[in-house]
């Protein structure tokens, strides 16, 4: 079975500092791959997901995140960490083209100081 | 455009007895997907609706049920409530035609909290 490995619980940056939050998964093949973020108090907000073609991914509010076959990881990234991006931060993985086999990462927990 | 909304937004419950936490999906979705999120974990997948029926399912027992209707909201039942069913549960619309994999639409989940 998949499974994802977000080995970072918590990550503290300062504000304008650069971020790069770690995930990695395990699967036979390429799987479908995604980065969500949880608000306190709120749901899960889609940040942006990799299919397949350019392994460099864009998303929303400025992150990034780029694939690496070899190393089965999907590693999301900001040049310029803003105070309202405290969050937690979750890595996911499906492996079916409908979406029926989500597996989301244990989550990493990002606080940003001023 | 009304996203996913959920209810109750908290209840605390007894063990042993019974809850029904409901969901109605995204205006134009389809499919209702149910995850609980312990404390300082990841979502875990309950199982999915789609048609009415339950079309896919995690690895949760059989106390855990659910119900789609012909609006395609969607209710989650939990019997015989144990302390270890404390969580957050999310439930996640989406489109069947597209599939999950363009971005589920998640609500404010229900805390559940037994005692």
């Known amino acids: 079975a998949q499974s994802v490995t977000q080995p970072d619980i918590h990550i503290t940056v300062s504000e304008g500092a650069s971020l790069e939050l770690r995930c990695n998964y395990s699967?036979?093949?390429?799987?479908?791959l995604f980065w969500y973020v949880q608000s306190p108090g709120q749901g899960l907000q889609l940040l942006l997901k990799?299919?397949?073609?350019?392994?460099l991914v864009q998303g929303i509010k400025g992150f990034e995140a780029e694939f690496k076959r070899s190393q089965s990881s999907f590693n999301l990234r900001k040049p310029s960490v803003h105070w309202s991006d405290a969050a937690e931060y979750f890595c996911?993985?499906?492996?079916?083209?409908?979406?029926?086999?989500?597996?989301f990462g244990p989550g990493t927990r990002l606080s940003v100081l001023p | 455009d009304a996203g996913v909304t959920q209810s109750p937004t908290h209840l605390i419950k007894t063990r042993g007895q019974q809850v029904t936490l409901r969901c109605s999906p995204k205006?134009?979705?389809?499919?209702v997907s149910w995850y609980q999120q312990a404390l300082g974990q990841g979502p875990q997948f309950i199982f999915q609706?789609?048609?009415?029926?339950?079309?896919q399912r995690g690895n949760f027992p059989d106390r855990f049920s659910g119900h789609q209707f012909p609006n395609y909201s969607s209710e989650l039942n939990v019997n015989a409530l144990l302390l270890g069913d404390s969580a957050l549960y999310l439930c996640?619309?989406?489109?069947?035609?597209?599939?999950?994999?363009?971005?589920?639409?998640f609500g404010s989940g229900t805390r559940l909290t037994v005692v």
């Open positions: 996640a619309s989406s489109l069947a035609s597209v599939g999950a994999n363009y971005g589920y639409t």
């Open positions: 699967y036979g093949a390429t799987p479908y």
């Open positions: 990799y299919f397949s073609g350019d392994t």
């Open positions: 996911a993985v499906s492996t079916d083209n409908y979406g029926q086999n989500f597996v």
């Open positions: 205006s134009g979705h389809d499919t």
């Open positions: 609706y789609y048609e009415e029926e339950e079309r």
